[in-house]
């Protein structure tokens, strides 16, 4: 019914710069908060950034200064700009949005991840 699709990702040097992109296609009627989690190996996942409907944010300390999250509406789409990349930011990052569905259901979906390799 709904889908996140990810894009962005890739292999950047550490210092370099990504811009990662999620849009969300399908049935609903509207979305809630968006977010960035990522998971590295042998790692738990985490939640990197989130903003909400009216735009208010809020990131983890370890990218703090470093990324930003934004959002278009009307793309129902959420985004990344990850600045200043280090070599511990390596992970899966996936998107995640709560939606409000075709019958006023608050479900959440994940997109399937995108890989962010930052070499030293």
């Known amino acids: 019914q709904v889908q996140l699709v990810e894009s962005g990702g890739g292999l950047v040097q550490a210092g370099g710069s990504l811009r990662l992109s999620c849009a969300a296609s399908?049935?609903?009627?509207?979305?809630?908060?968006m977010a960035w989690f990522r998971q590295a190996p042998g790692k738990q996942r985490e939640l990197v950034a989130v903003i909400n409907s009216g735009g208010r944010t809020d990131y983890a300390d370890s990218v703090k200064g470093r990324f930003t999250i934004s959002r278009d509406n009307a793309k129902n789409s959420v985004y990344l700009q990850s600045n200043s990349l280090k070599p511990e930011d390596t992970a899966v990052y996936y998107c995640?949005?709560?939606?409000?569905?075709?019958?006023?259901?608050?479900?959440?979906?994940w997109g399937k991840g995108t890989l962010v390799t930052v070499s030293s």
């Open positions: 995640n949005a709560e939606v409000v569905t075709r019958d006023y259901d608050r479900l959440a979906y």
């Open positions: 399908g049935s609903f009627v509207g979305i809630n908060a």
